[in-house]
Structure formats: C-alpha cells, structure tokens
C-alpha cells in the first residue's frame, strides 16, 4: 500500500508539472490593416506560423484588412488590451507629440531607412518607445515600407512645383501630412484609410497621398482605380509591429521571446522585400497602364527645402522643441 501511495503521488506530481503543456494555449489577436493578399498580410501570417509552430502555448490568429478596427483606432485598442499585436501606422491622434512620425523629408533613401528607421535601437525608435511607453504599448519591430506618392484620377496641373495643382487629396488623420500637400499647392481633405477607395472612385477626391508603388500597384491599379503616381518622396509608409503590454505581462519569457522573433524575422524579410520590388512595381504600375510622374533631382531638392523650411516649424508646436531636437539628432 506504501508503494501505491508512494507511486500515486509521484503520478500527481508529475501531472502538475506537466500541465502547462496540456494546458489550453493562449490565444493571441493581430490585428492588421493591409489588405489580404498584400504582401504586409503574407508576413503577418508568417508571424503567426512562427509563434504556433514554436509551441509554447500561444495561438495566434490574423485579422487583416481593418477587421478589427482601422489603423486609427488600432492603438487605442492594443492600449487598453482589447487587442493583443497590431501591425499598422501609428497615428498622432493619440498623442500630438508622435507627429514626429509624419515629419516629411527626413530621410531620402533605402539606406537612410535602414539605418534610421529599421534599427528598434536607433535613436529615433527610442523616442518612439517613450512616448509609446506611457500608453502600455510596447513597438515590437518596424516597418519602413519606402516612400509614399499620390494616387490620382489624372495628372495635376503643376506637378512639378509649388503652384495650385486644382485637385483635391485625402491625407491621413496628421496635421503634418496635411499641410506637407498644402505646400505643394494641393486642396486636402482628411480621410480614414478605409474611406479612400470608394472616395476615389465616386470622385469625392481627385487623389490621395497613401501608398508606395508596391501598394499602389496592389490595392488600386489591380481594381482598375487610378490613372497617376505622383512620386515625391516626401513622405514614408513606416507600419510598425506592437503589442499590448498588458498580453505580454500575462506570457512567460520563452514565450516573449518567440513573438518578438518571429516578429524581428518578418520586419528584416518585409523590408528587403519593399526594398527589393520597388522598381518592380513601378514598372507593373506603369504595364497596368498608370504614368508615374518623376521629379528630376534639382526638382526634387528645391521640393524638399521648400517643405521643410514651410511644414517643420509648424510640426513643433505639437511635438515639442525637445523631440524635434531629437528626431534631428537621430536621422544625422
């Protein structure tokens, strides 16, 4: 009987111990923005493969193309832990200082995204995390997608400099963006990223300043809408992956650490990607019958010291000297 007892109890210790494992796992949401069969998409599916596959008690689950909510709102959800990851822009609605994302002109190449944008250890993240630290959110890894043009029904007059251009052109909820248009001589109207495919298509607005070429390509040209990119440069499509610090405080570290990897992998493979088949989509942009409108260099630089002696000092009031400072410090 001794033996038994002795047995039993070792059986029941053996079975605590193993609990964890056959313990229900930890369902997860990621909540995305781009469309489903976008590459954004593909690399957020990717994420979720590698954290499942890992198994250590996580079951995570995709929701693309704003099913839980549109890129606005994303944040404000992930704070509060109605949602766990996002992948999506982060907007300034939430605080007026993380304008500082909108700033157009900081940086003028691949590699000055690489270095700048790319790195979570570089400077300009780390003013990122300050600010997204006091809301709960942790920014997991970053998605510079590339540059920014405007879509459009047809060319604009005086595309190519300062004057009225006589189109109308959805901007993102960022009083930096809007004014950025306003300089270059366009009419805006803000307009929550859902709204614009069928505002461009009943004419609401003649444009709007959203996509890089490859999402041009994939969200517009593929549904016959649009006729125009405008290839400034002036702004960036810089997605982020980040989760609520109230999901990882209930994840053990194994478990952080497989999300924060499969998220690491997929931002390095994202941007090499957009990096990679920038060319590619423009000229599947131009197949696919758009003309893409180039500034020429000088054209390009009289553009950008325009802008950013118009449109920076109007960012500092609600950024604040000090974080302008440091974005400055941070892209030299």
């Given at each position: 009987m001794k033996k038994l007892l002795t047995a039993v109890a070792a059986g029941t210790i053996a079975l605590q111990f193993a609990t964890p494992a056959f313990a229900e796992d930890i369902k997860l949401r990621?909540?995305?923005v781009f469309p489903i069969d976008h590459q954004g998409t593909k690399m957020m599916e990717q994420?979720?493969?590698d954290v499942n596959a890992a198994d250590v008690g996580l079951?995570?689950?995709v929701f693309p193309a704003s099913q839980l909510g549109s890129g606005e709102?994303?944040?404000e959800d992930v704070a509060r832990g109605n949602i766990d990851f996002a992948s999506a822009l982060i907007y300034s609605d939430t605080d007026s200082r993380l304008e500082f994302l909108n700033m157009p002109f900081l940086v003028s190449n691949y590699d000055d995204m690489e270095r700048v944008l790319l790195d979570m250890d570089s400077d300009y993240n780390r003013i990122l995390q300050d600010i997204s630290d006091e809301y709960g959110v942790r920014v997991m890894a970053a998605n510079p997608e590339g540059f920014v043009g405007i879509v459009a029904s047809k060319e604009p007059d005086n595309w190519n400099n300062f004057e009225d251009k006589g189109m109308?052109?959805?901007?993102?909820?960022s009083n930096a963006?809007?004014?950025t248009v306003e300089t270059l001589g366009y009419r805006a109207t803000t307009m929550s990223w859902g709204d614009i495919f069928p505002a461009l298509q009943s004419g609401i607005v003649d444009g709007a300043i959203c996509c890089t070429k490859t999402a041009t390509y994939s969200i517009f040209a593929k549904s016959d809408v649009g006729t125009h990119f405008i290839e400034y440069n002036s702004l960036l499509e810089q997605t982020f992956y980040y989760g609520s610090e109230r999901t990882l405080a209930k994840l053990n570290d194994e478990q952080r650490a497989?999300?924060?990897a499969a998220?690491?992998?997929a931002s390095a493979e994202f941007f090499q990607y957009n990096r990679e088949n920038d060319a590619a989509f423009g000229q599947k942009l131009i197949d696919s019958g758009y003309t893409i409108l180039r500034l020429s260099d000088e054209e390009r630089k009289a553009m950008a010291d325009h802008v950013r002696a118009t449109v920076w000092p109007t960012i500092e009031g609600a950024v604040g000297k000090d974080v302008i400072a440091q974005v400055l410090a941070a892209v030299q």
């Open positions: 990621f909540a995305g994420v979720a493969a079951e995570m689950t709102a994303l944040f109308n052109i959805r901007v993102w909820s963006v809007k004014a497989v999300v924060q998220m690491d992998k």
